[in-house]
């Protein structure tokens, strides 16, 4: 499988990440303290997955969405909409609906709230506002190798991420990747292949857009899914991370959703709601 990830190929195929069982809350804490993720599948209700992703696709100009398709199938037509604001700033569909009754309902859903509770270890949590919704439409377009800590350095670092794929994103539909075993390496390691190899020499928070180099400099394989809606895929904020292009009609479509312990300091930036202009 040839996967790329802002149009650069990585040279190793990825491997598959380790899928975790929720029945077993000793054993998943012990797979995220030893990976610094757990991917569960089918936590979610499929169905409210797809009404989820129809609800967000319903909000834009038909011209975006394939002929004969449905909004709940997210099938992009190669067309984006004339005068569509960048993402997630307002007046696009994206930060409305972060805004939106149905979001709302979705990321109240209490299984949500239970893992992360699991994870820190029975402590009584809470969902940060600043909730994301991205999707991607086939493009060399993803992304960073980047750590969540990274953007989100001025609060405790107890906090943990939900990737939540809204709708099928098998591996060419560019879902989340992570380095093996790299929550354990040391920060410093990470700062200096800072600005070494970068798109984006002005941000200091990505470590690299070229995922096949970052996994050279640092070691570890790459490890993907192929997720469905349901699924849910949970990190640490040290473990590097980033995604893979789009490369299919059918678009990614996802939300990240943090949690943190209530009794912990969290980042001030994310406890308001998130925009695509808010500069985090
Ligand atoms: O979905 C993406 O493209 C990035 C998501 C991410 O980095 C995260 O959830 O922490």
Known sequence: MRVTSNGVALSTAPSAMRTSRL????????????????LLRQVLDRDTVIGLRGAYFGMFDPSYLAKETTPQ?????????????PHGHPGHPAHAFVRSKVFADFVQDQRLLAVAQTLFDGAETMRLPRQIVRHFHQGPRASRAH?????????????????????????????IA????????????????????TDRPDDPRPISHDLGWTQQELGGRWLCADFAAGDVAIHSPHLVHATF??????????????????????????????SGDDGN
């Not at 199938?73 to 604001?85: R, Y």
């Open 245 to 274: 292009d789009t490369t299919t009609s059918s678009m990614r479509m996802s939300a990240d959703i943090r949690f943190v312990p209530i009794d912990v300091e969290p980042d001030p930036r994310w406890l308001r709601p998130w």
């Open 147 to 175: 750590t969540d800590f990274d953007y989100l350095d001025r609060g405790s670092d107890q906090v943990l991420t939900m990737w939540i794929p809204i709708g099928d994103c098998p591996v060419p539909t560019g879902g």
């Open 23 to 38: 029945d077993d809350p000793q054993a998943l804490r012990e797979n995220f303290r030893r990976d610094g993720y757990v």
């Open 73 to 85: 199938q997210g099938i992009w037509s190669g067309e984006a909409p004339a005068g569509l604001p």
């Open 178 to 197: 992570y380095l093996e075993g790299s929550h354990r390496l040391p920060k410093a390691q990470l700062q200096l292949l800072k600005n070494r190899r």
